[in-house]
């Protein structure tokens, strides 16, 4: 299903490409996220635990990985036509190399909770909303000025 979310989200994103402003879109999917983080942090204080507690802002989170990095990808690559071959190889090195260094951080919290996990989504999905706001929104406002 989580699989099923990132190909539609994608396909979304797609569709909302030139109708859409592409900062709305992915402002929208990143707020998404932060709360499908947020419920999946809350739902650790379920008790009993709760399986559609989880797998529903689990969903959430996972879905809009297809709309926010096709979205980042293309915002990205927007200012580097003469090198777009060398920035599309750092983006995608950037995130493997994030990825490869904080997954083992989940795996250090043991197999029987998902704690560790839902706290490392609710790390990543907090920063991307701080560095939404913090460069894309005002680098928005300046070309708006």
Do not use: W
Request: aromatic share 8%; proline share 3%; with cysteine.
């Amino acid at each position: 299903m989580n699989g099923f979310g990132i190909v539609l989200m994608s396909q979304l994103a797609g569709f909302l490409a030139g109708r859409v402003d592409a900062r709305k879109i992915m402002r929208t999917g990143i707020i998404i996220a932060a709360i499908g983080s947020i419920a999946l942090f809350a739902s650790l204080l379920l008790e009993p635990p709760r399986l559609v507690a989880v797998m529903i802002p689990l969903f959430l989170v996972v879905s809009m990985v297809g709309l926010v990095n096709s979205t980042a990808f293309s915002l990205a690559m927007q200012s580097q036509a003469k090198v777009a071959g060398s920035a599309s190889a750092i983006l995608g090195f950037g995130m493997n190399t994030i990825g490869a260094l904080l997954s083992p951080l989940v795996g250090l919290g043991g197999s029987h909770t998902y704690f560790p996990m839902a706290l490392m989504i609710l790390f990543c999905d907090s920063s991307a909303l701080v560095i939404y706001s913090v460069f894309i929104r005002k680098k928005a406002l300046k070309i708006a000025k």
